[in-house]
């Protein structure tokens, strides 16, 4: 098979999944693009939206259209550390304690409204996230592969949430929001929930073997060297900005390149263009900059400051592969 028919197969199985977790999340094609860039990058997701938006069906729907083995933890300012990784309990009769896995022991994880529980425990997901294993005493353990966690959390202005630290909002690739439904969408709504057309409904369009296919397929997407200046520079760009207080890091800009080859792998061609760096870029950065009060009082935001970085530094004119 040719490198163009192999990206056209990927973004072929892209579409179906795009379609299937359309029938309950009407009206966010995009949205749902981007949900699966994050996955084909093989990072994790954070969605950021008020209460009501569809952001746990969202996740849910992504889920159910994978054979893979998913789970979810409802975070909630009770929950402990080790509701989440696993404890170790003692086994009468082998006479030993034995180490029982938590939920985060899964291909997919959803942490629900993960702003809701207490930064200790928000803590127990760094290693995770970033290394794909837990550590407990002396033991360390591998979660299955593939891995991602999605997390849905509410505005931080909201009444019983912990803003996440710096270093567990790095963990996640990227960062979105759903966004208001238009009322043509809104009535789809209506209309497919007296239907009875649910997550629980949804069933798998890929298995795990098909995915570990894409992943490896997104991994030999080229980038240009063009490329690779292009977003250094628009990292350096918002470091020197006088607003901002931490600027992107060059981990931001790997998970950037990361993101901008899965972007390309959804339209079907094996490398990528200045307009995927583009789109992801507000996706992949946002979350990872500071912004001193004072910026913060006058109304500015981290998308303020990569709308100008991207109007501002020049796009590569040539990109050769």
């Not at 979660?143 to 710096?166: C, K, R, S």
């Not at 240009?224 to 020197?240: D, G, K, M």
């Not at 792998?265 to 094996?270: C, F, L, Q, S, V």
């Amino acid at each position: 098979m040719t490198e163009y028919a192999q990206n056209a197969e990927l973004a072929q199985d892209c579409a179906r999944l795009t379609a299937n977790i359309a029938r309950v999340i009407q009206g966010k094609d995009d949205v749902i693009r981007h949900v699966l860039v994050c996955l084909l990058a093989g990072g994790h997701l954070l969605i950021e939206d008020v209460p009501g938006t569809g952001k746990t069906s969202l996740a849910r729907a992504l889920a159910a259209s994978i054979d893979l083995e998913w789970k979810r933890i409802q975070f909630t300012p009770d929950l402990l550390p080790s509701d989440v990784t696993g404890v170790w309990v003692y086994n009468q009769r082998e006479s030993e304690f034995e180490f029982r896995q938590g939920p985060i022991f899964a291909n997919i994880v959803l942490a629900d409204e993960i702003n809701r529980a207490s930064p200790k425990t928000q803590s127990a997901l760094l290693e995770v996230m970033e290394e794909h294993t837990v550590t407990t005493d002396v033991m360390e353990y591998r979660v299955p592969t593939p891995f991602m966690v999605i997390a849905t959390q509410n505005p931080i202005d909201m009444e019983g949430t912990y803003a996440l630290p710096e270093a567990q909002l790095d963990r996640f690739l990227m960062r979105i929001s759903i966004g208001p439904l238009d009322p043509e969408a809104e009535v789809l709504v209506l209309r497919t929930q007296r239907d009875g057309a649910t997550v629980g409904g949804l069933a798998p369009v890929l298995d795990g073997f098909q995915l570990e296919k894409m992943l490896g397929q997104v991994k030999t997407i080229e980038v240009a060297p063009a490329l690779e200046q292009y977003i250094v520079a628009l990292a350096a760009h918002t470091r020197a900005a006088s607003e901002v207080r931490l600027g992107i890091s060059p981990r931001g800009s790997l998970a950037l390149v990361r993101a901008a080859r899965a972007a390309a792998a959804t339209h079907g061609r094996p490398f990528v263009s200045p307009d995927d760096v583009k789109e992801m870029a507000p996706l992949v950065f946002g979350h990872r900059m500071l912004l001193h009060p004072e910026a913060e009082l006058q109304g500015r935001t981290t998308g303020d400051v990569i709308a100008r970085a991207l109007q501002s530094v020049p796009v590569p004119r040539a990109v050769s592969r």
